[in-house]
């Protein structure tokens, strides 16, 4: 009985240990030396795949607190032959690194999620294998998978079901209040239980407390983590006993001078033993305490370091945010120049976490969760039907009986849920519909035309007007993130956030609505978005993330380009906006649109092209709006020589007439 006993609660320990061992002692970096150069040769030496498998995995995790991109090149070989293979059991530990080094490093979120369903899945088979004298080594795969989702929908802003997957857990394993129990009955069992082992695992809820915003929960953690390091004999390991706390402090507590003090401790310890991404994140930490405390040098200083260290080590991320706080130090000290490659440096990066590829596959991530949980379920129901086969040969007539009565039945819930779907899509495609405006506004100096083409039932590009009591006109054209009901839902959000907006300029128009959408929390939809203010004789432009505003110029029969863009609505908190005055006379042209017409592609996947869109704005400004309206749409229809173009298309064309 106590035999039984031990390894019951084994179970539970051996998850946590896993998770920051690796699964074993031998997959931990720190423990053991590593030597890339050896892994590689021991490959080259052998023809067993399985151990091939192995090494691959064991150099990927190696890399994963540094390398983002030399972590997946060997986790994907790893995978590869794991899955040509049917190395099944492998494969729960290769997703756990893949989904920590697409969360903590290269910030790819959505991906990030997808290998913690696929980590899940593959562990959740592993509980139908035989179990060694009794005991359920698989069992902790499914919490590791379980800590890894909640973890990644906690970084998408998805709270509900992070907390969610966080409750799947054992509460003794997640509610510090319970570790004193847990901790006891370890002890008295004589498992393996060492202070480095519980320090690394309250790290993991430390961040994810941090990013559900619970500081409590967070704080009560930190502190059992600095008990146990104070307890251990490595003094380098005793600043990393903060490297957490410093951000509860300045995120928090707004404590900021006690925040640089942490996060230099921080620094210390991260070189000490080589934690590459604490090491990033400690110097951008510092920077932004600087920044709050209106130290703006020392700011610049540990921004720059963080940019100076990305290129050894990967954090997108911390890279992005760099770049966001060192335009923003230099636009405060009048260095426009150097704030400006600092805002092009931050529009490159944001595409690599912000771009609407990533963003369609958090959505449908989120949406198509019931349908990846039920194919678990078929796939687990198959290995056991296998199983029966082997064992009763004889019902081959019933079992075929059995199955053709499946399939029809999967057939019937396959048309019940098509037609579902197709009702959904229909009753979004009308919502959509009913957000654009039902008619052109009337001003007799403006000659005013529109054009919206859906890629798919359900679109994201939006167009509207807001008539103003003074007699202006705010335009604005839009493009959420992907296409379907989701996008939908955002149009519905930023129509609602622009009626209850005061009369501003654009770029304050933006700010505000960014701060609506961004409180709402959708999780990854994003809105991409340009306003323009006409008056009598001038008019004022701001955009986020939108392709260019085109204005041509009557007297000069010239068109200007203009291009100064900031993130997407939803994006960061209190983003700031630029904004454009032109002046806007008799015959000039103001045109707004989405980019699905500049790239659409051709049958050769060529793009239709911003500067060929430019010529021609130039060539036909002369004419009526809806006349340059049919000379675009002409033009990109012979492009796509009858193919249909994959992103939506929206113009709105203004034009002044006295």
């Not at 006409?534 to 041509?552: D, F, R």
């Not at 749409?633 to 939506?648: C, F, K, Y």
């Amino acid at each position: 009985m106590k035999i039984i006993l031990m390894k019951k609660y084994s179970l539970i320990l051996i998850f946590i240990i896993v998770a920051i061992h690796g699964y074993a002692q031998s997959y931990n970096e720190y423990s053991l030396p590593f030597s890339v150069q050896d892994s590689l040769k021991k490959i080259a030496g052998t023809e067993d795949q399985r151990i091939k498998a192995i090494v691959y995995s064991n150099t990927g995790s190696y890399y994963w607190r540094s390398r983002g991109d030399s972590a997946m090149l060997y986790l994907s070989k790893a995978e590869k032959i794991a899955k040509e293979k049917k190395y099944s059991d492998l494969l729960p530990k290769i997703y756990f690194f893949m989904g920590n080094v697409d969360s903590q490093l290269t910030g790819n979120y959505p991906l990030g999620l997808y290998h913690g369903f696929e980590q899940l899945k593959y562990s959740s088979l592993m509980e139908d294998r035989p179990k060694m004298s009794g005991e359920d080594v698989y069992s902790r795969n499914i919490y590791l998978a379980y800590l890894n989702i909640a973890i990644s929908y906690a970084y998408l802003g998805n709270t509900e079901k992070a907390k969610e997957y966080i409750n799947k857990i054992p509460q003794d394993i997640y509610i510090v209040e319970k570790w004193d129990e847990f901790i006891k009955n370890s002890n008295r069992n004589n498992i393996l239980w060492d202070n480095r082992t519980i320090r690394s695992f309250s790290n993991f809820l430390v961040r994810y407390y941090i990013t559900v915003k619970d500081f409590e929960k967070a704080k009560l953690f930190n502190i059992r983590i600095r008990e146990i390091t104070l307890k251990s004999s490595a003094e380098n390991q005793i600043p990393l006993a903060y490297q957490v706390f410093k951000a509860i402090l300045m995120t928090n507590d707004k404590m900021y001078d006690s925040a640089v003090y942490y996060y230099k401790l921080g620094i210390d310890g991260a070189i000490e033993i080589k934690d590459y991404k604490f090491l990033l994140e400690s110097n951008l930490g510092v920077a932004n305490a600087f920044d709050n405390l209106g130290a703006i040098d020392s700011a610049i200083f540990y921004s720059k370091n963080v940019i100076d260290l990305s290129d050894k080590f990967t954090y997108t991320e911390a890279l992005l945010k760099a770049n966001i706080l060192l335009y923003k130090t230099h636009k405060q000290i009048g260095d426009n120049l150097s704030a400006f490659k600092y805002l092009e440096a931050a529009d490159l990066l944001k595409d690599q976490l912000f771009n609407k590829a990533k963003a369609n596959d958090a959505q449908n991530m989120v949406l198509n969760e019931e349908v990846k949980q039920r194919e678990l379920n078929e796939q687990k129901a198959e290995q056991q039907k296998y199983l029966v086969i082997t064992i009763i040969c004889a019902v081959i007539i019933s079992t075929a009986i059995y199955f053709n009565a499946k399939r029809k039945q999967k057939e019937r819930v396959r048309k019940i849920e098509e037609d579902r779907k197709n009702k959904e899509l229909q009753a979004a495609r009308d919502l959509q519909q009913s957000m654009l405006p039902k008619e052109k506004p009337q001003r007799p100096d403006l000659d005013i035309a529109t054009f919206i083409r859906s890629s798919t039932e359900v679109g994201g590009d939006y167009y509207d007007f807001f008539p103003q009591e003074n007699g202006t006109l705010v335009s604005v054209c839009g493009d959420a993130t992907g296409h379907g009901v989701t996008s939908g839902m955002m149009v519905s959000v930023t129509k609602a956030g622009l009626n209850g907006i005061d009369e501003v300029k654009p770029n304050k128009i933006l700010k505000r609505l960014n701060n609506v959408v961004k409180k709402i929390d959708l999780g990854t939809l994003r809105m991409s978005l340009n306003i323009a203010e006409i008056t009598t004789n001038k008019v004022y432009l701001s955009s986020a993330a939108m392709p260019p505003i085109y204005l041509y110029h009557s007297a000069s029969e010239t068109v200007e380009e203009f291009e100064n863009n900031g993130l997407p609505l939803g994006g960061l908190k209190d983003e700031e906006f630029v904004l454009e005055t032109r002046n806007f006379e008799k015959d000039d042209v103001l045109i707004q649109l989405s980019d699905g017409l500049p790239e659409a592609p051709n049958a050769k996947g060529e793009l239709y092209d911003y500067d060929r869109l430019k010529s021609l704005i130039q060539a036909s400004g002369q004419l009526s709006a809806q006349q340059i309206i049919d000379v675009l749409i002409e033009s990109v229809d012979q492009w796509l020589e009858g193919n249909r173009n994959p992103d939506d298309i929206t113009l709105v064309v203004i034009k002044k007439l006295g």
